[in-house]
Structures are given as C-alpha cells and as structure tokens.
C-alpha cells in the first residue's frame, strides 16, 4: 500500500471524499501490518507488505493534518452546519412561514449552507431564555422581539420602549434606518449577527372593560414582559398595575383575572383569541413591536464563507415580507375579532393629548432606566429634525 498519494485528494476537495474514506478503510489494516508481513490476495497468494509502518503512520498523520488545515475540504461529511432558532412566533403564522422558507434557500446555498430548524410558539421559553439558550450553544438563532434583544444590547430599547414617541410607522422606518447600523455593530461586538429587522405594527391596549384615558389603564392589571424590573418599577411609580409574565402566560391569566389589560399588535391578539376575555380595545399608537432574528456570531463563522452572500440575501427577503405582513394582518386583524365581538374605542385628539402628557411625564425615568441616555437623546434628536424637515417641505 502506498500511503502518500491520498494527500493530495485531501487537500484537492470534497469530490474525493466518499472515495478517499473508502480506501482509507480498506488499507488501514494494511497500515496495522508489520514491517516484511504477509497477508492472502482475495485468491489466496501470500502478499508481502514491502512497506514500513513508519511510512504508513506518516502518509496517514499527513491526512489527519491536512484536514486540520483545511476542515471545509478534507475529509469531514459535507453534511451542511446546523442552526436551530427559537422564537415566540405561532407555527403556521406569516413569520412562520416566512423564516422557513428562508431556510429552505439557506440549504441551495454553496458549500452546504445551512440547515434551519425553527422552534416556534416559545417551546423554547421566554425570549430571555432563548437568549440564554444562545449563549451555551442549546439554540443558535432567534426571532426576538427588543424584549429578548435588549437582553444581548440594550440599546434596541430605542426601537420600541418609547411609548407614545413615535406618530407614525414613517418615523419607525426612520428611526430604525437610522440606528440599525450602530446597533448591529454593538449586537455584532456581542457575538451575534442580525439577519434582518423587522415589526408587526402598532401595540394596542386589549382589556376586559372599556378604558380610554391614563386612569382607567391604572385601574387595570396590567401586562408586563417578565425579566424587565426597571419597566415594572417605571410603571409602578406612575401609578399602574403591572403584572411581569412570559407571553405564553398571557392568555391563560386573562382568563382567570390575574390581569386584566395587555398591550399588544391586533395580529398577536387575534393569533393567541385574546379578544375571548379581552373584547376591548383602545386605538391609540402606543409604540411599535420592533424585533429582530439574528445568529451567533460563532456558528455563522463556521459557515462556508462563500454561502454567507445567499444566507444574507434569503434573510432579508425574509425580514422584507415579515414586516409587510405583520402591519397588513395587524389592520386585518381589528375587522377580524370586530366580526366575533371586539369593541374598538376610538381615540379623540383631547384623549390623545392627555395620554401623550401622561406618557412624557415619565420619560426622564425612561431616559437612562429602560432606554439608555444617548440612544434616547439620539431618537429625539432624531425625531425633532424629521419633523422640522418635513414641515419645512410643505
């Protein structure tokens, strides 16, 4: 046996793989002999090994190092890297649907791609769990709200823990331009890299009993995302009731009463029949649900490089349709649980006015305890010349 031609096909790329494995398997008995012995041919000749082990051991440590040098061409399977995500979105849901056919693009991709395996409805826990998860290895990705993002950047809260900031999903777009690139950058110095951005419109108060103004919302049990104690604290002190759950819990704890009004897009409350015991809702632009789906750093470098460009390019198709849908099913939404019973309240510009004082009474608590100081001074600073901008171009 000669070891040392099998070096080259090593170093040569996976079209040699499943034949080079082969032989390696057949002569490795051959490497076991030693030195001057003999072995039957299939038709039973004594064949001498004229060849030393310390040859065979050097031609075979030369494989091993050649695929250490170059593990995406020697002689590992070619079986593509495997990245699990997790998300709260529901199976069968536009987002759903969507990111799985994002993946279906990532496995077509060059040098294996990857291989895309959602957990859907926070069978994986709360986004803070999946974060964790993350971080240890046990998911490799996630479609996350800012909830479960501020737990890698803080900075995302600029994005959405803003009530009443906003007066339009244009200054949404705007601001989310905006800030992207300097967020991505700091998810990115975090270990993790954003496939795309995305939100599901507004946020709307769904209650048991009707409320139109600030005070009948502190009257409520409120709903509040759990592992935030600096929103809890904020809206305790302004005189509210919240409740801190995980998303999956909402439903269930507005049937029994432990809460009794919950902020959340129309197509969420359609999707998980909040509308059942929560027929009412108040239609005021609280804040935009803005998310992101983003990978670890470390598995999206252990993917081919050469497939990166394909992965990009399906993720943000993706995140372009996600954002499209959820806004549209949000408006489809309200005339949905309309025709099974929702009550929708309209909002005059007086009660606006009162809601919009009560919430910038609290952003100086805001400023620094949920949204840190520079990127909330960022967004005003932001706002103020977009809307300077546009007055000035009419």
């Known amino acids: 046996m000669n070891c040392a031609p099998y070096v080259v096909p090593a170093l040569a790329g996976r079209e040699h793989r499943s034949r080079l494995k082969a032989e390696l398997r057949t002569n490795a008995a051959s490497c076991k002999a030693p030195w001057g012995s003999v072995t039957r041919s299939a038709g039973g000749a004594r064949e001498a090994h004229p060849i030393s082990r310390a040859v065979c051991v050097a031609g075979v440590s030369l494989i091993i190092g050649s695929a250490a040098l170059f593990p995406n061409d020697a002689l590992a399977a070619d079986a593509p890297v495997r990245v699990r995500l997790g ?18 693009k990532w496995k077509q991709a060059p040098g294996g791609g990857a291989l895309l395996t959602i957990y859907a409805d926070g069978t994986m826990g709360g986004e803070a769990d999946m ?14 709200t800012t909830v479960g993002l501020s737990e890698i950047e803080p900075g995302v809260t600029g994005l959405q823990h803003l009530p009443m900031m906003f007066r339009s999903l244009e200054e949404v777009d705007y601001i989310g331009d905006k ?14 890299v954003v496939l795309f951005w995305g939100d599901a419109g507004w946020v709307r108060f769904f209650s048991k009993t ?5 005070d009948d919302l502190k009257k409520t ?6 592992g935030n104690p ?14 801190p759950l995980e998303t999956v819990d909402i439903l269930p704890n507005l ?17 998980a029949q909040i509308d059942g015991p929560a027929p009412h809702m108040l239609e005021l632009n609280w804040a935009p649900l803005v998310g992101a789906t983003v990978i670890s750093k470390k598995i999206w ?7 990166h460009p394909h992965l990009v390019k399906a993720a943000q198709e993706a995140g372009r349709l996600v954002k499209a849908d959820n806004r549209r099913e949000s408006l489809e939404a309200v005339e949905a649980m309309k025709k099974r019973g929702l009550k929708v309240h309209a909002v005059t510009s007086e009660i606006e006015s009162e809601w919009r004082r009560a919430t910038e009474a609290v952003y100086p608590k805001i400023r620094g305890g949920i949204v840190p100081a520079d990127i909330f001074d960022e967004v005003a600073r932001l706002l103020k010349d977009y809307r300077a901008a546009r007055e000035g171009a009419k």
């Not at 029994?256 to 359609?270: D, E, M, N, S």
């Open 87 to 104: 998300t709260l979105a529901p199976k069968g849901s536009s987002s759903y649907k969507h990111v799985f056919a994002m993946g279906d």
């Open 131 to 144: 974060v964790r998860r993350m971080r240890i290895g046990q998911l490799q990705a996630g479609m996350l």
């Open 179 to 192: 800030l992207r690139p300097m967020l991505e950058k700091r998810l990115l110095e975090k270990g993790f």
């Open 210 to 214: 009707p409320l139109l103004r600030p």
């Open 221 to 226: 049990k409120l709903f509040s995302w759990a």
């Open 230 to 243: 600096a929103q809890v604290d904020i809206y305790k002190s302004a005189g509210f009731d919240p409740v």
């Open 255 to 271: 049937q029994t009463g432990l809460i009794t009004a919950v902020p959340v897009p129309p197509f969420v409350a359609l999707a």
């Open 301 to 307: 470098d252990s993917i081919p490089a050469a497939a």
